[in-house]
């Protein structure tokens, strides 16, 4: 030691987070079958309730996210031993949400053998409480940021900061004042837990930030709108959606 007294992270830091976070370990033959899992994932998975326990990684998974998982380990599979970065994920579970590495065991001849998964519980870093609800069951989190996915890196782009986003099948495109993002979540996920009183579905496939609408177009019968600085088409707005539109930007009196 140099007499110098290594720095504590910051409470809000990236690295107090991590270092506060438990990670899931899951080992996987190379049929993906469940061998075994440590501690922590068989209490964020159930166990008990989910058999055969060798099935577990997908019967675990909404329907919504079996798709994404085996695309995970197929993406794993084709990698390389020498290049093996593991392949990153976030999926929404109930109450949760998770950032999943996948990569691939090999032998000394390079054959694989299996794989492990290894995922954080990343809600806390992603959300806050919401308030509960009145009317209707509601997620307890909010997203205050949204993780995206790009070149094996997961990055965080503030709520606020996102003009609106794209369905794009099982995942969303997010789009900001600086282009398009990549976003794990499917847009349905990403509906229940964000703020409903700044971000309204217009259409099925698309979400728009209320605060980033800059006007409403008229295009023959359809009704359009025109984000701020965005560069990018009008977004359509559904027949069923325009009057709930109308009144959250105070074009209608509220009933």
Not at 127 to 132: K, R
Not at 141 to 149: A, D, E, T
Request: glycine share 4%; proline share 6%; charged share 25%.
């Amino acid at each position: 030691m140099d007499g110098k007294t290594a720095a504590t992270p910051a409470h809000n830091s990236p690295l107090y987070l991590f270092e506060k976070f438990e990670v899931g370990v899951i080992h996987l033959d190379a049929q993906r079958t469940v061998l075994a899992m440590n501690d922590f994932a068989r209490k964020v998975l159930p166990v008990g309730e989910k058999q055969p326990f060798d099935k577990l990684v997908t019967s675990f998974h909404p329907e919504r996210s079996k798709p994404k998982v085996n695309f995970l380990l197929d993406q794993a599979s084709s990698c390389p031993v020498a290049n093996a970065v593991p392949m990153t994920m976030i999926i929404n579970i109930p109450e949760q949400v998770l950032l999943i590495k996948v990569t691939r065991l090999a032998d000394h001849l390079g054959s694989t053998t299996g794989f492990v998964l290894v995922f954080y519980d990343v809600t806390q870093v992603v959300s806050q409480e919401a308030p509960a609800p009145t009317e209707k069951p509601a997620s307890s989190v909010r997203l205050q940021r949204i993780p995206m996915v790009a070149n094996h890196r997961v990055a965080f782009v503030d709520a606020q900061d996102v003009l609106c986003l794209e369905s794009q099948a099982h995942y969303t495109r997010v789009l900001t004042r600086d282009g398009f993002h990549f976003c794990n979540l499917s847009i349905g996920d990403l509906e229940a837990r964000l703020d409903p009183e700044r971000f309204m579905r217009v259409h099925r496939c698309f979400i728009v930030n209320l605060h980033a609408v800059a006007s409403l177009e008229r295009e023959g019968s359809k009704t359009l709108i025109a984000l701020k600085g965005a560069r990018r088409d009008p977004i359509p707005v559904s027949r069923s959606e325009v009057g709930r539109l109308r009144e959250a930007l105070g074009l209608l009196a509220r009933h």
